[in-house]
Structures are given as structure tokens and as C-alpha cells.
């Protein structure tokens, strides 16, 4: 089965950073895109980033590029996502997503952040 | 960006045959995918590249379109497809997802 656990979240002061994980299970994790998607408080879904099965390469949209990493350790089966100089904006639910590689194919439970002062 | 556009809510009643819309604002060609979320869930995937079932998921559901017109439909509805459904394309950089349509069952 299928599991993705997301950690790391919590109450963050604008401009500060903030790391997540996901620990990924029950398929091979190397073989497979990664991704990051956000849920901001009943809103709608965002995607936020991309990493291919090496890592080699990374994809954002223009509201986070420069200003969040998504990396993965294929060894520990782990996706990351440093998040810096974070705004209220960023405020939402963060998503764990195996991709395949250009839709979601499973997600995890999410993790939330709060930017707020 | 591509936006996609849903109608934001609908209610059906139980053994009826729905049709849920996303219209895009440019070309997706058929890079089109849809997810159901259910309250306070995360998404489940249910249709990718316009018009393929995922696995698992009931036959009820089936997708159609391409170009810039999706349709999602349920058929026939139960009462456990209470949820918000949302399309994603993939054709267009950077990937997007439409605002979601609630789906209540009467």
C-alpha cells in the first residue's frame, strides 16, 4: 500500500523559513516524480513543485520559485521542501504527491503551515 | 497561466447521472486530470489524460474532452460521491487546478 507521511509543519513568523518531509512507503520511491501541492484554507489546490526520480532536476511556478527547494533522498525514500522568506500567502495545507509524473497519482494526509506574526 | 474554470457547486439526487464541466482557457490538448477530495481528506485521483479510469476507482466515473472542454460524470450517482471535484492540466507550464465543484447529493 501506498503511503506518504508529511511532517514538519507548524506556526512560522513571516520572512522566517521552514522545512517539510515526507517519508514515502510501499512502492519504489526512486522510480517515481515528486511533488508538493498546497491547499490554502478552503481554497483551492496549487501545485508548488516538482522533482524528478534523481533529483536532478526541479520545477516550480513563478509565486514560490527562489524562495522554496523541493529535494529527495531516494536512500531514506524522503521528499523535502525548505521553504524560505515565507509570506501569509504560503499559509495553506501542504501536500505530499507521488507524481506520474505530470498528475498526482497519490497523496499524502498534508501538513499544515501557518505564516502569521 | 491556464485557468480553469468549474462551476462551483451542484446537487443531484441519488441514481442520477451528473456532469461536472472545466473549460480551459487555452489548449490542454488532453493533459487533462480529474480528483475527488472529500471533507477533510486529502484528493484521490480519478481520471488522468482526459478519459483514463485510475485504478480502483468505479466504473460510474468517466472523463471526456480535450482541447479546452472537459466533463467529468458520474453515473449513476450515490450517495458517497459527496465531495469536491477538481480538474488539473498538465499540457501548460506552470500545472494548474480549477477553483472545484462541490457535488451534493440531495
Known amino acids: 500500500e501506498v503511503q506518504l507521511v508529511e511532517s514538519g509543519g507548524g506556526l512560522v513568523q ?6 517539510l518531509s515526507c517519508a514515502a ?4 520511491f526512486s522510480n517515481y516524480y515528486m511533488a508538493w501541492v498546497r491547499q490554502a484554507p478552503k481554497k483551492g489546490l496549487e501545485w508548488v513543485a516538482t522533482i524528478s526520480t534523481s533529483g536532478s532536476r526541479t520545477y516550480y511556478p513563478d509565486s514560490v520559485k527562489g524562495r522554496f527547494t523541493i529535494s529527495r533522498d531516494n536512500a531514506k525514500s524522503s521528499l523535502y521542501l525548505q521553504m524560505n522568506s515565507l509570506k501569509s500567502e504560503d499559509t495553506a495545507t501542504y501536500y ?3 507524481g ?3 498528475y498526482f497519482g497519490y497523496w499524502g494526509q498534508g501538513v499544515m503551515v501557518t505564516v502569521s506574526s | 497561466d491556464t485557468v480553469l474554470t468549474q462551476s462551483p457547486a451542484l446537487a443531484v439526487s441519488p441514481g442520477e447521472r451528473v456532469t461536472i464541466s472545466c473549460r480551459a482557457s487555452e489548449s490542454v490538448s488532453t493533459g487533462m486530470h480529474w480528483y475527488q477530495q472529500k471533507p477533510g481528506q486529502q484528493p484521490k ?3 488522468y489524460g482526459a478519459s483514463n479510469l ?4 468505479p466504473a460510474r466515473f468517466s472523463g471526456s474532452g480535450s482541447g479546452t472542454d472537459f466533463t467529468l460524470t458520474i453515473d449513476p450517482v450515490e450517495a458517497d460521491d459527496t465531495a469536491t471535484y477538481f480538474c488539473q492540466q498538465s499540457w501548460n507550464d506552470p500545472f494548474t487546478f480549477g477553483s472545484g465543484t462541490k457535488l451534493e447529493i440531495k
Open chain 1, 14 to 19: 513571516p520572512g522566517r523559513s521552514l522545512k
Open chain 1, 25 to 28: 512507503s510501499g512502492f519504489t
Open chain 1, 96 to 98: 505530499c504527491a507521488r
Open chain 1, 100 to 102: 506520474e509524473p505530470d
Open chain 2, 45 to 47: 485521483l480519478l481520471i
Open chain 2, 54 to 57: 485510475e485504478s480502483g476507482v
